[in-house]
């Protein structure tokens, strides 16, 4: 006889739940999304049981290939590095019928018998789990030892049926190479639902079809979550995850990596770099000779993004001075967002740079040629060097303060900006640069011979103090 309780543990097994296990997460929402709802909490039994048939049968196809390089058979490379050694593609499978293959497939993706439950909860969710699960089911998991969230002696997590489902559902959800494979995850559920959505409707045509993907460049995986992240609508709300791993049989050094964005980067390069001419812009001051710029733009977004306002600015003072173009007033508002939307750093702090560099492009734009500019942009190279000028020329406005100015060319508020050893000095000195470029722009300053002096600065080998890294933190202060 079914009694209420029974029925209640029954839908439980058929109703997908977020866990804190972020790639539970991703293969839930690429299930959700497989069920064609767009949060979990839509899905209908039927709907679970209908999408949970629809991984089943992709894979039932893939089994009955004769190799991973038939025709078709992407998914079946694939599956290695998701479900090594599962029914789908053992290698033993070659040796059995047709049916005996179907029938193996689909016991694998159906749920244990209730008598076969193990009595316990399910390590992610709390409901009843319904059997064990190791490597063969979930990624990353070990394949023999004991661990220490389950009972001696059984080689496995204890978990529900839907968790093991949403871990099937995580290859629809993941960036595929038929080798290593990458998801983007965030705590924020709205982003991860739209982004997870999207990758399964790409990757119809590689689990469903099995067409193999392209071929992709450098940083692949780091280039499709920022285009991901660019293509969506709605602000991001928090931080974001792209891991990026295997689950081969064979050991791997390193299964696992996580590169994490903070938020306000993530909103940042979503919100700025959703338009093309910022992207563009970004991307030229990143490309090198034959490099294209976007696979290093996004390397440094998720691995180094503290170089993005270095590079940035870099490119904008290696134009010819004082006469800037389109793409590099662009790229200086660009600096001046990342510096207070990303880096934190106060408005008052900033505008308080801008009025320096005004009394700056004063000094250096009384002479007609770019001599006094050049001078300057010398002294950038060496913390003491831009103090030592900024000194100077402060002396010289004191004894003889240029027309239509009031006050002093340098506060000491500035001066602790620009050269604050334990914090942002070195930023500051890039963004001073930068807004002394642009002031003199606006100002329609335009030295003869700023071409030249321009090319000599790039020429004179030494790279800038400010992208030195044993200078970084204001070191030679
Ligand atoms: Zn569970």
Same mark, same amino acid.
């Given at each position: 006889?079914?009694?209420?309780?029974?029925?209640? #543990?029954? =839908?439980?097994?058929?109703?997908?739940?977020?866990?804190?296990?972020?790639?539970?997460?991703?293969?839930?929402?690429?299930?959700?999304?497989?069920?064609?709802?767009?949060?979990?909490?839509?899905?209908?039994?039927?709907?679970?049981?209908?999408?949970?048939?629809?991984?089943?049968?992709?894979?039932?196809?893939?089994?009955?290939?004769?190799?991973?390089?038939?025709?078709?058979?992407?998914?079946?490379?694939?599956?290695?590095?998701?479900?090594?050694?599962?029914?789908?593609?053992?290698?033993?499978?070659?040796?059995?019928?047709?049916?005996?293959?179907?029938?193996?497939?689909?016991?694998?993706?159906?749920?244990?018998?209730?008598?076969?439950?193990?009595?316990?909860?399910?390590?992610?969710?709390?409901?009843?789990?319904?059997?064990?699960?190791?490597?063969?089911?979930?990624?990353?998991?070990?394949?023999?030892?004991?661990?220490?969230?389950?009972?001696?002696?059984?080689?496995?997590?204890?978990?529900?049926?839907? *968790?093991? *489902? *949403?871990?099937?559902?995580?290859?629809?959800?993941?960036?595929?190479?038929?080798?290593?494979?990458?998801?983007?995850?965030?705590?924020?559920?709205?982003?991860?639902?739209?982004?997870?959505?999207?990758?399964?409707?790409?990757?119809?045509?590689?689990?469903?079809?099995?067409?193999?993907?392209?071929?992709?460049?450098?940083?692949?995986?780091?280039?499709?979550?920022?285009?991901?992240?660019?293509?969506?609508?709605?602000?991001?709300?928090?931080?974001?995850?792209?891991?990026?791993?295997?689950?081969?049989?064979?050991?791997?050094?390193?299964?696992?990596?996580?590169?994490?964005?903070?938020?306000?980067?993530?909103?940042?390069?979503?919100?700025?770099?959703?338009? =093309?001419?910022?992207?563009?812009?970004?991307?030229?001051?990143?490309?090198?000779?034959?490099?294209?710029?976007?696979?290093?733009?996004?390397?440094?977004?998720?691995?180094?993004?503290?170089?993005?306002?270095?590079?940035?600015?870099?490119?904008?003072?290696?134009?010819?001075?004082?006469?800037?173009?389109?793409?590099?007033?662009?790229?200086?508002?660009?600096?001046?967002?990342?510096?207070?939307?990303?880096?934190?750093?106060?408005?008052?702090?900033?505008?308080?740079?801008?009025?320096?560099?005004?009394?700056?492009?004063?000094?250096?734009?009384?002479?007609?040629?770019?001599?006094?500019?050049?001078?300057?942009?010398?002294?950038?190279?060496?913390?003491?060097?831009?103090?030592?000028?900024?000194?100077?020329?402060?002396?010289?406005?004191?004894?003889?303060?240029?027309?239509?100015?009031?006050?002093?060319?340098?506060?000491?508020?500035?001066?602790?900006?620009?050269?604050?050893?334990?914090?942002?000095?070195?930023?500051?000195?890039?963004?001073?640069?930068?807004? #002394?470029?642009?002031?003199?722009?606006?100002?329609?300053?335009?030295?003869?011979?700023?071409?030249?002096?321009?090319?000599?600065?790039?020429?004179?080998?030494?790279?800038?103090? =400010?992208?030195?890294?044993?200078?970084?933190?204001?070191?030679?202060?």
């Amino acid at each position: 006889m079914t009694t209420p309780v029974d029925v209640d #543990v029954t =839908a439980a097994q058929a109703r997908i739940v977020l866990t804190a296990h972020p790639l539970q997460r991703v293969g839930a929402f690429a299930l959700t999304a497989i069920a064609g709802c767009s949060e979990p909490g839509q899905m209908t039994a039927d709907g679970f049981a209908t999408a949970v048939r629809r991984m089943a049968e992709d894979a039932v196809r893939a089994a009955l290939l004769p190799s991973t390089t038939a025709e078709g058979a992407f998914w079946l490379k694939a599956s290695g590095s998701f479900f090594p050694n599962s029914k789908m593609n053992h290698p033993s499978r070659v040796r059995r019928s047709r049916q005996e293959n179907i029938d193996l497939v689909l016991a694998w993706r159906t749920m244990p018998a209730r008598e076969c439950w193990p009595g316990r909860c399910c390590v992610l969710c709390g409901r009843d789990a319904v059997g064990y699960f190791a490597k063969v089911d979930v990624p990353l998991a070990e394949s023999e030892q004991t661990r220490n969230s389950t009972p001696r002696g059984h080689a496995g997590l204890a978990l529900c049926w839907p *968790c093991v *489902c *949403c871990f099937h559902a995580l290859p629809y959800g993941c960036r595929l190479t038929g080798g290593q494979s990458s998801a983007v995850h965030s705590w924020d559920d709205r982003f991860l639902g739209r982004v997870t959505a999207r990758q399964v409707g790409t990757n119809h045509r590689h689990i469903t079809l099995g067409q193999p993907v392209g071929k992709s460049g450098g940083y692949a995986a780091e280039v499709e979550a920022l285009d991901r992240l660019r293509g969506y609508e709605d602000d991001v709300l928090e931080d974001i995850e792209l891991f990026v791993f295997t689950n081969y049989n064979v050991p791997s050094p390193n299964p696992l990596q996580v590169h994490g964005m903070e938020q306000p980067l993530a909103e940042w390069l979503r919100r700025r770099l959703g338009r =093309a001419a910022d992207l563009h812009a970004v991307e030229a001051a990143y490309s090198r000779p034959g490099i294209p710029g976007r696979p290093l733009l996004a390397r440094d977004a998720f691995r180094d993004p503290t170089r993005i306002l270095q590079v940035l600015t870099a490119f904008i003072r290696e134009r010819p001075m004082a006469a800037l173009d389109e793409r590099c007033r662009r790229l200086i508002g660009l600096c001046f967002s990342f510096a207070s939307e990303v880096m934190g750093m106060n408005d008052e702090d900033v505008e308080s740079i801008r009025r320096l560099a005004r009394n700056v492009a004063t000094v250096v734009g009384a002479e007609p040629t770019a001599s006094a500019l050049k001078k300057y942009q010398v002294a950038h190279r060496r913390s003491a060097d831009l103090r030592g000028w900024l000194e100077r020329e402060a002396v010289a406005w004191a004894l003889k303060p240029p027309a239509d100015t009031s006050g002093p060319m340098v506060g000491t508020a500035q001066f602790r900006l620009l050269f604050d050893r334990d914090g942002q000095g070195w930023d500051y000195q890039r963004l001073l640069l930068i807004a #002394v470029l642009e002031e003199l722009d606006g100002r329609g300053w335009r030295p003869a011979d700023g071409a030249t002096a321009a090319r000599e600065i790039r020429d004179s080998g030494e790279p800038m103090a =400010a992208d030195s890294n044993e200078n970084e933190g204001g070191g030679d202060n």
